[in-house]
């Protein structure tokens, strides 16, 4: 048995970068262009860090890292062979939550750093989402995770041998999938940064390496829920004839692609209405889905 040793994280995260930035530009119908992609990144790594007047610098430099560092724990956690499972705790869901969670002073020390009203605006607009939406994240990882009687993410992937939770639970799925896309401001839930109300938003004062930074941790944050997704909902590894990690990384492509086409095909929803969602209809549903979770586990899972 193998784990995910901090080196192997970085890497894995450096590698997949490109491969879910390919997977952007064939969701948007572009023509993929490597030469240009990394004709733009040296020219944006080779750029001067920006220094608004107003920042705090400290809080401001910082939050990049941070965001990278939230991000790549969360991708840690996730399980994607049987040789090759991550941070294996007993309670290693919880963890991705909980890394998930760190996201959250990046994003206020980005928007209060660069001192701008629209970043600071957009920094409140993420704290009033994750407050929203972590608990429908936490309630549905404990629904999928009763009827293995375990918080190990391996454990989630076993027992669905035969059938995945995206079958048995539809209902934690269905909560699952928004909450992961506000937690990582993919659109239609790309509030905190909003380009035609916020113009930018937390990230509209950052340039060269911050923004490399920014623009790296968003994709391994889409990386890391579309993995664990994978491996909570659809079986992780486990099918038939090809091998493991195969099956693993096509599923987890999958997801990002729905994510991906989602967030295109409709329109960014508004900072209320998606409060209004969170604490009327998910939060509520949540707690249902924990019940019928139980149900499901006494019935058919012991």
């Keep these: 048995m193998s784990y995910f040793t901090p080196l192997a994280v970085v890497g894995l995260a450096l590698a997949a970068a490109p491969g879910v930035w390919l997977l952007e530009q064939l969701v948007a119908g572009q023509r993929p262009a490597p030469g240009r992609a990394l004709r733009d990144l040296r020219i944006m790594l080779g750029s001067p860090l920006q220094r ?55 994003m206020v020390m980005a928007g209060w750093g660069a001192g701008r009203p629209l970043a600071v605006l957009g920094g409140f ?17 404990t629904s999928v995770a009763a009827p293995a009687g375990s918080l190990r993410p391996t454990d989630i992937v076993r027992v669905q041998h035969a059938v995945p939770m995206a079958v048995a639970q539809p209902l934690a799925l269905a909560l699952w999938l928004p909450a ?78 729905l994510l991906l086409w989602a967030g295109r095909r409709f329109p960014r929803v508004a900072v209320d209405r998606a409060l209004s969602l969170a604490w009327r209809v998910a939060n509520p549903l949540s707690m249902l889905a924990i019940v019928y979770a139980g149900l499901l586990t006494l019935l058919f899972y012991r």
């Design 180 to 257: 992961v896309t506000a937690v990582c401001f993919l659109p239609p839930f790309d509030l905190p940064q909003a380009g035609g109300e916020l113009f930018g938003g937390v990230f509209a004062e950052y340039r060269g390496l911050d923004l490399a930074l920014v623009a790296l941790a968003q994709r391994v944050l889409l990386l890391a829920v579309s993995g664990m997704t994978a491996a909570l909902f659809l079986a992780g590894w486990e099918w038939p004839l090809l091998p493991p990690a195969v099956w693993m990384g096509l599923k987890t492509a999958a997801v990002a692609w």
């Design 52 to 106: 608004p007047e107003s920042c705090d610098s400290a809080l401001f430099h910082l939050a990049p890292s941070l965001l990278v560092l939230a991000s790549v724990v969360a991708l840690a956690t996730v399980p994607w062979a049987p040789g090759f499972r991550g941070i294996d705790l007993q309670a290693g869901a919880l963890l991705f939550v909980a890394a998930l969670a760190y996201v959250t002073p990046a």
């Design 125 to 141: 607009r993420w704290v009033a989402l994750m407050l929203a939406y972590a608990m429908p994240l936490a309630m549905v990882i």
